[in-house]
Nanobody, 124 residues
Framework: QVHLVESGGGAVQAGGSLRLSCASS????????IAWFRQAPGKEREGVVS???????HYVDSVKGRFAISRGKSKNTVYLQMNNLAPEDTAMYYC??????????????????WGQGTQVTVSS
């Protein structure tokens, strides 16, 4: 069983920055793709960004130029740097893992492993 643990959430004002971390219990074919999803109250969970083991990244249009995903040296940790945050970024952010073939997919059902989530709140 893959365990994912998110950290780094918090409350910031619009225009501020946060860096989220996702620590995985393993670095195997089951975790070749690490993605960040978010879910705001009353809304569906949506994919935001993902990174392949190779370093290839995928972003949804709404976060391009503001968010950056990267892997740590050990590859077991993935970071999400979020800049110029806006109130519409407020959500619970979840880390998800799957094989490399699912990278670029924004369907939550394609990912087998999930963390517990970390809350991001952006005030205007």
């Amino acid at each position: 069983q893959v365990h994912l643990v998110e950290s780094g959430g918090g409350a910031v004002q619009a225009g501020g920055s946060l860096r989220l971390s996702c620590a995985s219990s393993e670095s195997t074919p089951r975790t070749e793709c690490i993605a960040w999803f978010r879910q705001a109250p009353g809304k569906e969970r949506e994919g935001v960004v993902s990174i392949e083991d190779s370093g290839t990244t995928h972003y949804v249009d709404s976060v391009k130029g503001r968010f950056a995903i990267s892997r740590g040296k050990s590859k077991n940790t993935v970071y999400l740097q979020m800049n110029n945050l806006a109130p519409e970024d407020t959500a619970m952010y979840y880390c998800a893992a799957g094989g490399w073939v699912v990278c670029g997919s924004w369907a939550a059902t394609d990912f087998n492993y999930w963390g517990q989530g970390t809350q991001v709140t952006v005030s205007s």
